[in-house]
């Protein structure tokens, strides 16, 4: 993991110095580090945020030593990201990211450019959020263990950063090793990282990677082109995704797909978790921890229960409000 940080920092061009020198101790527990223009470069851990100061060292409160993005820096480093082709990454900037090699990430954020009221591009860069790629063997060893619930379809629900893409990255690596065909749509470059054609991460000698493809193209494309066993996706909602999974379903194509949601009440109250699940092309949904503890798994359902459990959406929107903040005054005191 520190070599994957080094890899990141080295990205960064004339900061990458600075982060560089944080202790190798540090460097395997980093999962983001953000760039905010007038603000201090901030390393995203486990539970904690740590700032940097200009010699390399970590505090834990800002002070007058830390070091402070500016505009200039910020942009500088935009280019930097982009290989100094913003041009080339063109299409990834207009979707609020670049892809790096890696297998990292680098999110961007700033003002929008609309053209025909869709985002052209970005302008006025404020900040930039850059993803360690996490690479960890056994990180999918207890969704491997469910052999048959794999078979059967499942859905990965968590929140933002609890390592939901960690594990099924992982997932796909032990599935293509055991000799499963395997095919991943990989929408945003997080799952392989390929670079130049080829991928910056193992995933067995079994996968075949749909880099770039929207999910439902590449759910498509896959079942027509590559008589995938196992089909991989991350992050599901859309209404034509919906209707992929279901043409998965039919071809007889297992799906093994992420999807955002902090605890079962607000996967109950998620239009989209309910139109997967009545697919029938999840039988088993396993709930994620937040991102105190990464790549674990709290909690195993059966879709059919939570269907059943799930009332009309329509007649009882004021519930699921209540459920979403409860489920969110409860991360926040926990």
């Known amino acids: 993991m520190e070599l994957r940080f080094d890899s990141a920092a080295a990205a960064c061009g004339p900061l990458a110095p600075m982060l560089l020198a944080v202790p190798q101790s540090v460097k395997r527990d980093v999962q983001e580090i953000r760039f905010r223009a007038g603000k201090p470069i901030a390393l995203s851990l486990p539970g904690k945020i740590l700032f940097l100061t200009g010699r390399g060292e970590l505090v834990h409160t800002v002070t007058p030593g830390c070091f402070f993005t500016d505009r200039p820096i910020l942009e500088t480093l935009f280019r930097q990201l982009c290989s100094f082709s913003v041009y080339s990454h063109q299409s990834e900037i207009q979707n609020g990211y670049i892809a790096l090699r890696g297998g990292h990430r680098a999110g961007i954020c700033g003002t929008a450019v609309l053209s025909q009221g869709k985002i052209s591009g970005i302008r006025n860069i404020?900040?930039?959020?850059?993803?360690?790629?996490?690479?960890?063997?056994?990180?999918?060893?207890?969704?491997?263990?469910?052999?048959?619930?794999?078979?059967?379809?499942?859905?990965?629900?968590?929140?933002?950063?609890?390592?939901?893409?960690?594990?099924?990255?992982?997932?796909?690596?032990?599935?293509?090793?055991?000799?499963?065909?395997?095919?991943?749509?990989?929408?945003?470059?997080?799952?392989?990282?390929?670079?130049?054609?080829?991928?910056?991460?193992?995933?067995?000698?079994?996968?075949?990677?749909?880099?770039?493809?929207?999910?439902?193209?590449?759910?498509?494309?896959?079942?027509?082109v590559l008589s995938p066993e196992f089909l991989i996706c991350d992050e599901l909602g859309g209404a034509g995704e919906v209707e992929a999974v279901l043409e998965s379903l039919y071809a007889g194509v297992s799906v093994i797909a992420s999807l955002h949601a902090g605890s079962v009440q607000e996967l109950?109250?998620?239009?989209?978790?309910?139109?997967?699940?009545?697919?029938?092309?999840?039988?088993?949904?396993?709930?994620?921890?937040?991102?105190?503890?990464?790549?674990?798994?709290?909690?195993?359902?059966?879709?059919?229960d939570l269907l059943e459990n799930r009332r009309d959406s329509d007649g009882d929107r004021g519930v699921c409000v209540h459920r979403l903040e409860q489920g969110a005054s409860a991360r926040a005191a926990g």
Not at 154 to 177: F, I, N, W, Y
Not at 199 to 210: E, F, R, S, T
């Open 126 to 224: 404020s900040s930039i959020n850059l993803r360690i790629a996490r690479e960890i063997r056994g990180a999918a060893d207890a969704l491997v263990v469910k052999g048959e619930a794999l078979l059967g379809g499942l859905l990965l629900a968590g929140p933002p950063c609890c390592g939901k893409t960690t594990v099924l990255r992982d997932l796909a690596r032990q599935l293509s090793e055991a000799r499963k065909k395997v095919a991943v749509i990989d929408e945003r470059g997080e799952f392989a990282g390929v670079w130049e054609g080829e991928p910056q991460n193992d995933l067995g000698p079994c996968c075949d990677v749909l880099d770039g493809y929207p999910k439902q193209e590449g759910m498509l494309q896959a079942i027509r």
């Open 268 to 304: 109950l109250c998620r239009p989209q978790a309910a139109a997967l699940l009545q697919t029938g092309a999840f039988q088993t949904v396993a709930l994620m921890d937040g991102r105190a503890a990464p790549g674990k798994i709290i909690r195993w359902m059966k879709a059919g």
